[in-house]
């Protein structure tokens, strides 16, 4: 079965997410949608699965046009997708999530789970998929629930799949698996559109990329082009992808955890005993699969996280207990994981938000006043040091993209004097270009000397920037390993697998 789009256009008030676009996947191909977060490909794919009413535009199956307004039009097109974030019921099992909104009752009125169950272990055998009907889902793994996803689609007969960053929260073993899916389904003549920012996975698996930037497909391409050639077309400049880390000696020790604990609202230990040593001149990268402690051990180490037990010291001095200002003052830099609720203030102007941390101090503040002067003189030297895009210092902060957004926090964090610097998902939502700046500063800060604690999802970029990573996996520290460790062997201790490059740094 052939899928086209046709003119697709659709507008939020002033902003054209899609602007008519033209897109046709084939019976047994894997058609990749490559762009940068923000560029339109979730909700292309959101009205193509009913979820998102276009402005215009039409759609066709095998040639014939027909009208999709809510998903159960599009299933019975024979359109499947599988979301970014999982449509599942955590309590439920395996098979009563696939009949979730197709229930079938025997006639004393009990659900009906046979022909589920049967169902299930057919796709499970068919494509490897090792699936236990019966299974809860919330005590599955990551990638096991994503092969739930995917045959609750084919359980209904699609034969269109649609995958939305799939990969977002896999290991790479994981991720490897799903990509052999990918290529059983294709010889099985599923068309397959493949959404996601991820050039290696396009390149490995791809039989055409269309690369979509600012809401208009602005390229067709086959996976025989350069990874940086793609970058080039999602960004619309050259970029480089390499990032250039100098080979130098790490200095002493700065920030030191002993048995630190981190306990959520109810007594649980989302972080259980961590230790940890960073030193000055170094990038120590946290990796790990989402959810597995990352998150509120950076919140910890700038003291935002209420219930801490156990010891964190920065150049001896304990910082358990301090305020989040005094942590701040301390000389510890945060880039947080979401910009929007803990790094900025939107409402701000961007002049406001350059001296968040410091307007209590000289230069800025004068008495019980705030220097205007000063705020104005500080926010022009650092945009022109920051490279930030913007039409007036007075804006509010809100107004910025995503990217010129992230500068914003960069620029304010380390226009101090920084010991630490704690970057949470620092490239999260960014466009290639910016995560080539924000990349080039991080290992400007580790030359300088500084002690760098790099929490990311993203395996490249732990490569890329990390000098030792630890790998957390449910709250604890499963390994801390050197540079030369391979993706191979990350991936498997992201998946709680031990290895013989435990603990070698």
């Known amino acids: 079965m052939s899928l086209e789009l046709r003119a697709i256009t659709k507008r939020f008030g002033a902003l054209i997410a899609n602007d008519a676009i033209d897109l046709k996947v084939e019976a047994g191909q ?19 699965y009913g979820l998102v009413a276009p402005d215009s535009g039409e759609i066709l199956v095998d ?21 970014q974030h999982f449509m599942l019921i955590p309590v439920f099992t395996v098979a009563e999530n696939i009949i979730l909104g197709h229930e079938k009752l025997k006639s004393n009125r009990i659900l009906n789970l046979e022909q589920a169950r049967i169902d299930i272990k057919r796709i499970s055998e068919e494509f490897g998929f090792e699936v236990d009907p019966d299974a809860l889902v919330e005590e599955l793994p990551v990638g096991v629930q994503q092969r739930v996803e995917i045959i609750k689609a084919l359980i209904y007969d699609a034969k269109v ?8 929260v896999l290991t790479p073993q994981e991720t490897d698996e799903l990509l052999k899916v990918m290529r059983k389904l ?14 290696r996975e396009v390149k490995a698996v791809a039989d055409e990329i269309s690369i979509i930037r600012r809401g208009k497909v602005v390229g067709t391409s086959l996976p025989t082009a ?16 390499t990032a250039n880390k100098s080979s130098k ?4 020790t700065i920030l030191v955890a002993r048995d630190l604990t981190i306990r959520d609202a109810l007594g649980r230990a989302v972080v259980n005993k961590a230790n940890l040593e960073v030193r000055a001149g170094e990038v120590l990268a946290i990796a790990g699969v989402q959810g597995n402690g990352q998150s509120e051990l950076a919140r910890a180490i700038i003291n935002l996280e209420d219930h801490v037990e156990g010891s964190l010291t920065l150049s001896g001095k304990e910082l358990v207990g301090l ?16 910009r929007e609720l803990d790094g900025l203030v939107g409402s701000f102007s961007i002049a406001e938000n350059l001296i968040l941390d410091l307007h209590d101090g000289t230069p800025f503040s004068k008495g019980i006043s705030i220097s205007a002067t000063e705020v104005s003189a500080n926010a022009e030297k650092r945009v022109k040091e920051f490279d930030i895009r913007l039409q007036s210092i007075q804006d509010p902060v809100s107004s910025l993209s995503g990217g010129n957004k992230q500068k914003v926090v960069l620029a304010r964090e380390l226009s101090r004097p920084v010991k630490v610097l704690v970057a949470s998902q620092p490239t999260r939502g960014l466009d290639v270009g910016s995560i080539e700046f ?25 490569m890329a920037l990390a000098d030792r990573i630890a790998v957390m996996y449910r709250g604890e520290i499963l390994a801390t390993v050197d540079s030369t460790v391979t993706r191979e062997e990350l991936g498997l201790l992201m998946a709680g697998v031990s290895t013989k490059r435990d603990s070698v740094a």
């Open 30 to 48: 894997i058609h990749a949608i490559l762009g940068e977060n923000g560029a339109g490909k979730s909700t292309l794919m959101n009205i193509v």
């Open 63 to 83: 040639g014939k046009p027909i009208k999709i307004t809510e998903p159960s039009d599009a299933l019975a097109a024979g359109i499947g997708m599988v979301h």
């Open 161 to 168: 799949l649609i995958l939305d960053e799939p990969t977002a």
């Open 186 to 199: 294709r010889e099985k003549g599923t068309a397959i559109i493949f959404i996601t920012h991820k050039l």
């Open 226 to 241: 350069s990874q940086e050639e793609l970058a080039s077309l999602m960004v619309g400049r050259p970029v480089d992808l």
């Open 249 to 252: 000696s790490a200095g002493e």
């Open 323 to 338: 305020s989040i200002h005094d942590s701040l003052h301390e000389g510890i830099a945060f880039i947080p994981e979401s």
């Open 438 to 462: 924000v990349h080039e500063r991080i290992l400007a800060e580790r030359d300088a000397g500084r002690a760098v604690v790099l929490i990311s999802t993203e395996l490249d970029e732990v």
